[in-house]
T-cell receptor
Framework: DTEVTQTPKHLVMGMTNKKSLKCEQH?????MYWYKQKAKKPPELMFV???????INESVPSRFSPECPNSSLLNLHLHALQPEDSALYLC?????????????FGEGSWLTVV | GENVEQHPSTLSVQEGDSAVIKCTYS??????FPWYKQELGKRPQLIID?????GEKKDQRIAVTLNKTAKHFSLHITETQPEDSAVYFC??????????????FGSGTRLSIRP
């Protein structure tokens, strides 16, 4: 089962709201990722967690705060977002964090900031 | 850092014909090249990948070739079918300084299959 589950599928939030995106995988993968994808663009890497530790932060604004409570879960906490942050947020995982490991994507959370 | 260029941005082919999408990468240390297919409103899904120690890989109607010297890799789809219509992304990655690696995506090719 190559399943990465994301909730919610759709989220509308105001610029003063605090919300969270959640991601779960039960494949025993030890690397988890957050990507942001705007319409007609490729996914852009935001964060990489390697063995539950943050190993890559692609200079993401602090209004996005990732959290990895355990090896199966990954959260993205959102606070004081801007309308330009509206996008599809994709969670992904791979068996190990190194190059050559297949990355499996979740269905994504469609975020609209109003 | 790594840069991946992908061409063409859109491609329309007659059903049954072949489609070819080409990518170039800048970092000679890149060693893994996956291809993802993304249908409208859905997640990117891996369709084929190739590692730097291999020049060609085939899986039914899909094949990928890699030229390390020229830093080119290409996706070939033969006998195209309507369900092949989607956006295709090439990507490249290498082992990073940390324990994790980054996959850098090309800009995507929107493939349309004409009936």
């Amino acid at each position: 089962d190559t399943e990465v589950t994301q909730t919610p599928k759709h989220l509308v939030m105001g610029m003063t709201n605090k919300k969270s995106l959640k991601c779960e995988q039960h494949m025993g993968h030890r690397a988890m990722y957050w990507y942001k994808q705007k319409a007609k663009k490729p996914p852009e890497l935001m964060f990489v967690y390697s063995y539950e530790k943050l190993s890559i932060n692609e200079s993401v604004p602090s209004r996005f705060s990732p959290e990895c409570p355990n090896s199966s879960l990954l959260n993205l906490h959102l606070h004081a977002l801007q309308p330009e942050d509206s996008a599809l947020y994709l969670c992904a995982s791979s068996q190990k964090p190194g190059s050559g490991n297949t990355i499996y994507f979740g269905e994504g959370s469609w975020l609209t900031v109003v | 850092g790594e840069n991946v260029e992908q061409h063409p941005s859109t491609l329309s082919v007659q059903e049954g014909d072949s489609a070819v999408i080409k990518c170039t990468y800048s970092d000679s240390a890149s060693n893994y090249f996956p291809w993802y297919k993304q249908e409208l409103g859905k997640r990117p899904q891996l369709i084929i990948d190739i590692r730097s120690n291999v020049g060609e890989k085939k899986d039914q109607r899909i094949a990928v070739t890699l030229n390390k010297t020229a830093k080119h890799f290409s996706l070939h789809i033969t006998e195209t079918q309507p369900e092949d219509s989607a956006v295709y992304f090439c990507a490249a990655s290498k082992h990073g300084d940390s324990s994790a690696s980054k996959i850098i995506f090309g800009s995507g090719t929107r493939l349309s299959i004409r009936p």
